[in-house]
Structures are given as structure tokens and as C-alpha cells.
């Protein structure tokens, strides 16, 4: 038996209301470009819209006319998605509260995760969104996720009881020393102030 490996996230789709409340919330709240529509391919009833969320893959709604906006919590039970995490920038995440407010969208205020900051709210359809901004840059050629699993084993090996910043920045010593050559055979924390 053999593993099916995957390669990231092809793309999302979500059951919409009508196309308008989707382009104004994908569109013209959250930045997304809407890209593409086409019909629904399985459901000519309804329209497939296609919007970027910046990384080059695509986030897809499934709109049809006759359905409106409902904001009523979707449900959370098991096999449901429980919220959908999408990356902003720490100067977009110190706008947010602000921006939902002008808009009377309720918030959670911003979160602190150890790791990343974080903002929720429900969409037109009550589906619940994370705005979340990564506290730290990777190295050059490094994944949020090698990060992440190294400040994970650093934080596991202290024990404590989340990861916080000081795992991060460990994390990026430690796989830059890993990742990196260099001339000297020492390379050990040095104060070069005696």
C-alpha cells in the first residue's frame, strides 16, 4: 500500500447565496480579484465564481439567485468545516478591527496565538472566517510549516504549553545553522562586547 501525497491546497469551494453578496465579500471586503466564472458544471442551476486569495491558489463559490443571504451560524458538528484561516500581512491584521467596525461586523478582536495573531467573524452566510498573520518570516527556502514543527519539538523538549515567539525564534537559529554553510567552525551565540 502506498500513500496518495498531496501538494498543497488546489482550492475551496463554498456553498454561496446569491452572486452579489459573494463578489462584494470575497471581492470587495476581503481584496480577493474575482478571477473566473463559468456555470456550476455539476448543477446548471448555479454559477461557479472563482476569486485569487493571493497565493496562487483559488477560494470558489457556488452561487445561485434564488438562494439569500442567511446569517445564521453554519453548523460546527463533526465532518464540518469549522472556520476557513486566510493570511494578512501584521500592517493589514492592525487595520482589521477598525475596518470590520465601519462595516457593524462583529469580531472576536484580535487573538494572540503564541504564534500568529488572530481576528474572527462570520461572513454574509454566517460561516466563520480567521483573518491570521504570522509573527515570524521564514528563512530563505524554508516553509511556515519546517517552522513550525521545529519550534514544536523546541517547545515540547522545554515543556511548555504553546509556542510562543522565543520557540520561533530558535526554531529559525536552528534551521538556518542546519540549512546554511559557513566558513567558521564555531558557530555558537558569541558576545562580541567582551
Not at 94 to 112: N, T
Amino acid at each position: 500500500m502506498r500513500k496518495i501525497q498531496t501538494q498543497g491546497v488546489h482550492h475551496i469551494t463554498l456553498v454561496g447565496a446569491d452572486r452579489q453578496t459573494s463578489i462584494d465579500f470575497w471581492e470587495g471586503m476581503l481584496g480577493m480579484p474575482f478571477v473566473f466564472e463559468q456555470p456550476n458544471l455539476d448543477n446548471a442551476e448555479e454559477s461557479h465564481l472563482y476569486f485569487d486569495p493571493g497565493d496562487g491558489r483559488l477560494i470558489t463559490i457556488f452561487t445561485d439567485e434564488t438562494r439569500k443571504a442567511d446569517p445564521s451560524p453554519v453548523p460546527q458538528s463533526n465532518g464540518c468545516v469549522h472556520h476557513l484561516a486566510l493570511n494578512v500581512s501584521q500592517a493589514s491584521f492592525l487595520q482589521i478591527a477598525e475596518r470590520l467596525d465601519e462595516r457593524g461586523v462583529r469580531h472576536s478582536g484580535p487573538k494572540d496565538r503564541g504564534f500568529m495573531d488572530s481576528i474572527y467573524f462570520r461572513d454574509p452566510l454566517g460561516f466563520l472566517i480567521e483573518l491570521a498573520s504570522y509573527r515570524f518570516e521564514p528563512p530563505e527556502g524554508v516553509s511556515h510549516g519546517e517552522v513550525m514543527l521545529e519550534a514544536h519539538k523546541l517547545r515540547v523538549a522545554r515543556g511548555d504549553y504553546n509556542i510562543q515567539e522565543v520557540h520561533l525564534a530558535d526554531a529559525i537559529e536552528a534551521l538556518v545553522r542546519e540549512g546554511r554553510r559557513s566558513l567558521s567552525d564555531d558557530r555558537e551565540p558569541k558576545n562580541p562586547y567582551g
